[in-house]
């Protein structure tokens, strides 16, 4: 199985400030790697598919980078409504697995 | 709008059976792959099945495989888990969610999610 390692766990930002979310493959994924934020209570969203492309209706602050093993999620001047869960997932083969999650807190 | 809304779920002994559904609407059901996502409590996302857009193709992870079955009713536009021989591991909210038809094996939407709680 293809293992995801998602650093760091949790995350403090503060309003306007850039963070990165960092996903590592135990192998190559080539690119299919996806990123979904998941607000508390809610389901998660779909926010990054073929490790840079933004989904429909994405605020253009979220990006996605990477290729091989080594993947990453920026997020752009930071806003309140950006406080969630972040995680990656691997579609690249079976069976496919997520990372960890990283938790995203306002300082 | 694409809506996903699952059903079926509560609080079931171990070893016991327990049968979830989801209820689609708002895109042509019978055109995508279908699955399933669990999320134990506090805790990140596991893939639990796949379901091909026939259903004649199932694929599971090694976790639930022998024990839970994914099935389809493309005229009622309904999701199926089967989940038997429960586990207390098995504790989560279990999401139905559609494949992407265009961008890979991700998951475009998710469902709002419903309680599985094995205890005795």
């Known amino acids: 199985d293809i293992q995801m390692t998602q650093s760091p766990a949790s995350l403090s930002a503060s309003l306007g400030e850039t963070v990165t979310i960092e996903c590592r493959a135990s192998?190559?994924?080539?690119?299919?790697l996806a990123w979904y934020q998941q607000k508390p209570g809610k389901s998660p969203q779909l926010l990054i598919y073929?490790?840079?492309s933004l989904h429909t209706g994405v605020p253009s602050r979220f990006s996605g980078s990477g290729s091989g093993t080594q993947y990453s999620l920026k997020i752009n001047s930071l806003q309140s409504e950006d406080v969630a869960s972040y995680f990656c997932?691997?579609?690249?083969?079976?069976?496919?697995?997520f990372g960890a999650g990283t938790k995203l807190e306002l300082k | 709008e694409v809506q996903l809304v699952e059903s079926g779920g509560g609080l079931v002994q171990p070893g016991r059976s327990l049968k979830l559904s989801c209820a689609a609407s708002?895109?042509?059901?019978?055109?995508?792959?279908m699955a399933w996502v669990r999320q134990a409590p506090k805790k990140g996302l596991e893939w639990v099945a796949t379901?091909?857009?026939?259903?004649?193709?199932?694929y599971y992870p090694d976790s639930v495989k022998g024990r839970f079955t994914i099935s389809r009713d493309n005229a009622k536009s309904s999701l199926y888990l089967q989940m038997n021989s429960l586990k207390s591991e098995d504790t989560a909210t279990y999401y139905c969610?559609?494949?992407?038809?265009?961008?890979?094996?991700?998951?475009?939407?998710w469902g709002q999610g419903v309680m599985v709680t094995v205890s005795s």
């Open positions: 969610a559609r494949h992407s038809l265009l961008l890979g094996a991700l998951f475009d939407y």
């Open positions: 708002g895109f042509t059901f019978s055109n995508y792959y």
């Open positions: 379901i091909s857009t026939s259903g004649s193709r199932t």
């Open positions: 192998e190559d994924i080539y690119n299919g």
């Open positions: 073929n490790a840079n």
């Open positions: 997932q691997q579609y690249y083969n079976y069976p496919y697995t």
